[in-house]
């Protein structure tokens, strides 16, 4: 019988502490009942928190020195600079494609594309598919590269100017903001676009190269070059349209301009130096 009872010792003290247990938690249940139904508790309402105040002040400080930078020339001259800023710009442009088009004199993107096309020319008959696709890979690696660079800093502009859009309150600077934000996402996205285009187009050079005996793989390396010189063409151009939120409509007409200088010097031929040293010069 006492090992009856030793047996049934621990299944008691079982029993006990549940019991105990059960009438802790509902006399603590009963009090924060009784404590919500006092008439001497208080709701305590928790505020939402406020914006900060210097992240405010810094989106006002840039949006009025952009204003100030608009208003500090009337209208018709902010049109008259912008206008004559892309008038630079894409005339310029016009003028180059129509030289290439019409004219005997090989400007430097028809070099570079010349020479691209010669290298796969080379690369098939001397069967350096090696050599080939190594090159294929640094220059694929270089505009990937870029690409994400250029995406990167949209991405950042774009943060930065949908806040300061967000803020303001006067229609017209909402939609001077839109234009300007609109022209430079236009800008970067061809220009990473382009890049682009070009690592797809040697991904399939680099598999046509060893089965493919005619001309394709050379007429695509040479779609490469353009692609390559288009998308620093469309990067280089996003400076303007950059240039025109961060100093306003003169400052716009000044990058066009030494833009219109800058792409003159790179756009010509090597001076002094024949096709065949030029290609010699792996340029």
């Avoid at 695509?220 to 010189?229: A, F, G, L, S």
């Avoid at 800058?262 to 096709?275: A, H, L, W």
């Amino acid at each position: 019988g006492s090992m009856h009872l030793i047996l049934k010792i621990p299944f008691l003290f079982s029993v006990a502490s549940i019991f105990l247990g059960s009438t802790k938690a509902f006399s603590s249940s009963s009090g924060i009942k009784q404590l919500r139904q006092s008439p001497h508790c208080r709701r305590i309402i928790v505020p939402s928190p406020s914006p900060d105040p210097a992240s405010f002040a810094s989106k006002e400080r840039d949006r009025s020195a952009t204003t100030q930078l608009n208003a500090s020339l009337s209208p018709a001259v902010n049109v008259a600079l912008i206008s004559s800023s892309i008038a630079i710009l894409s005339g310029y442009h016009i003028n180059l494609l129509q030289k290439e088009l019409n004219s005997e004199t090989k400007t430097w993107r028809q070099y570079q594309a010349d020479t691209r096309e010669e290298w796969s020319r080379h690369v098939r008959e001397t069967e350096g598919w090696l050599y080939g696709i190594q090159s294929m890979r640094n220059a694929m690696t270089a505009q990937t590269f870029l690409a994400s660079t250029v995406l990167s800093l949209l991405t950042l502009i774009t943060g930065r100017m949908w806040d300061i859009l967000r803020t303001t309150t006067n229609q017209w600077e909402s939609r001077l903001l839109t234009v300007q934000l609109a022209s430079i996402s236009m800008t970067m996205l061809f220009s990473a676009y382009q890049f682009l285009q070009g690592v797809r187009l040697m991904t399939h050079a680099g598999f046509m190269f060893p089965v493919v005996k005619d001309t394709s793989v050379d007429i695509i390396m040479r779609k490469t070059q353009n692609c390559q010189w288009l998308g620093l063409r469309w990067m280089y151009i996003s400076l303007a349209p950059i240039s025109w939120v961060v100093g306003g409509s003169r400052a716009f007409f000044a990058v066009a301009c030494l833009l219109f200088q800058f792409f003159r010097s790179i756009d010509k031929k090597p001076e002094g130096v024949s096709y065949a040293d030029f290609q010699g010069m792996n340029i």
